[in-house]
T-cell receptor, first 113, second 116 residues
Framework: SQQGEEDPQALSIQEGENATMNCSYK?????LQWYRQNSGRGLVHLIL?????REKHSGRLRVTLDTSKKSSSLLITASRAADTASYFC?????????????FGRGTQLTVWP | DGGITQSPKYLFRKEGQNVTLSCEQN?????MYWYRQDPGQGLRLIYY???????QKGDIAEGYSVSREKKESFPLTVTSAQKNPTAFYLC???????????????FGPGTRLTVL
């Protein structure tokens, strides 16, 4: 399977704490993307990191990519109750159909007020 | 407002019936996708289309069919051949990769299909 795998499957923290989610994948990639899904809703794109990038920031989000280990991490700093959602990584595999994404199973993040 | 819409939000079907899920986008995107999501699972690709009048099977196309007669529309038909159709269905679109833009996907709100 070319799917990414997120770790942990579930994460529960208090408001103000940082949340770190990891993603591992199996094949060479063009880019890796992180998405968020609130319960029963569609996915929302958060951030994209290209294979030649190592770190990217967007507001309270920090994404790292280690292509030698085929892994990525998403850090949410100073979490809020509104960050409660499922977070998915998705990879665009090199050599695969351009634009096609492979999604992992997601990490369910719960932030308690 | 630009966006991608899906209808209906909830759909109930009797066994043996075909149903069609609607997906419309006004983002002028070339590529469109259909995913299936089961509880606690990731997204699995059913079909995708990179251009009008062309589409390809994804990983779980059996029991499904699509058409792409217009750029804005990519309806999905769940046929009676799909043995376990109860799931949450998500439609997405993205700008053609050849345009050089980042290839993020924009998702609709989803359709929850339940087979009675």
């Amino acid at each position: 399977s070319q799917q990414g795998e997120e770790d942990p499957q579930a994460l529960s923290i208090q408001e103000g704490e940082n949340a770190t989610m990891n993603c591992s994948y199996k094949t060479s990639i063009n880019n890796l993307q992180w998405y968020r899904q609130n319960s029963g809703r569609g996915l929302v794109h958060l951030i994209l990191i290209r294979s030649n990038e190592r770190e990217k920031h967007s507001g309270r989000l920090r994404v790292t990519l280690d292509t030698s280990k085929k892994s990525s991490s998403l850090l949410i700093t100073a979490s809020r109750a509104a960050d409660t959602a499922s977070y998915f990584c998705a990879t665009e595999s090199r050599g695969s159909t351009l634009g096609r994404l492979y999604f992992g199973r997601g990490t369910q993040l719960t932030v308690w007020p | 407002d630009g966006g991608i819409t899906q209808s209906p939000k909830y759909l109930f079907r009797k066994e043996g019936q075909n149903v069609t899920l609607s997906c419309e986008q006004n983002l002028n995107h070339d590529a469109m996708y259909w995913y299936r999501q089961d509880p606690g699972q990731g997204l699995r690709l059913i079909y995708y289309s990179q251009i009008v009048n062309d589409f390809q099977k994804g990983d779980i196309a059996e029991g499904y069919s699509v058409s792409r007669e217009k750029k804005e529309s990519f309806p999905l038909t769940v046929t009676s051949a799909q043995k376990n159709p109860t799931a949450f269905y998500l439609c997405a679109s993205s700008i053609s990769r050849t345009s050089g833009y980042n290839n993020e996907q924009f998702f609709g709100p989803g359709t929850r299909l339940t087979v009675l």
